[in-house]
């Protein structure tokens, strides 16, 4: 790594760390495990990049954790948000912060969000263009793609057709079973 003045940094592969940013000028408290993992890191500190091009275009975000292929691979300004899963917050937009993404493929390609959503599932959340904040989307590619609305909590099967309709403050629980136990 070019890394010029940070401290306490971990870079493990080719590329790595702020390798193609050109001239480093600060970053601390950075990991960086895998190849090009935080690749264009300037100045964001306390970022944990583990995987193939994990946080790849972050240049100055902090406490970012992606963990996965090309997990937070455009996270460029963006903070305080978790991608878990491969491609998890893949082409997710710059000034959006405080998200989380578990699943392959998680909040993959989204535009405009203004973060503070949750995403957990294969697919979930994938190609939304959502203005809202306060989402709250599990099960298999739910809420895919949701095209306005925030504070929505959608807990569905494959592609439930209902979350990706919804403008704001709604609660929907689709194709669940409720088990009680009697003791």
Do not use: E, W
């Amino acid at each position: 790594s070019g890394n010029q003045t940070g401290a306490r940094n971990v870079a493990v592969g080719r590329d790595s760390a702020g390798s193609l940013a050109g001239s480093v000028y600060s970053f601390s408290d950075d990991v960086a495990v895998g190849y090009r993992a935080l690749a264009y890191l300037q100045t964001g500190g306390s970022n944990t990049a583990i995987g193939t091009q994990a946080l790849y275009a972050n240049t100055t975000a902090s406490n970012n954790t992606a963990v996965g292929f090309q997990a937070g691979y455009s996270l460029q300004t963006s903070s305080s948000n978790v991608a878990i899963g491969s491609q998890a917050l893949y082409g997710y937009n710059n000034s959006s912060s405080g998200s989380i993404a578990i699943g392959d493929g998680a909040m993959y390609s989204v535009n405009h969000a203004t973060g503070s959503n949750i995403a957990i599932g294969l697919g979930t959340m994938r190609g939304s263009s959502a203005t809202g904040t306060g989402n709250i989307a599990i099960g298999q590619a739910v809420m895919y793609p949701l095209t306005t609305g925030g504070n929505n909590v959608i807990v569905g099967g494959y592609k439930d057709r209902k979350s990706t309709r919804l403008n704001s403050s709604h609660r929907c629980i689709s194709y669940a079973v409720f088990c009680l136990k009697k003791k």
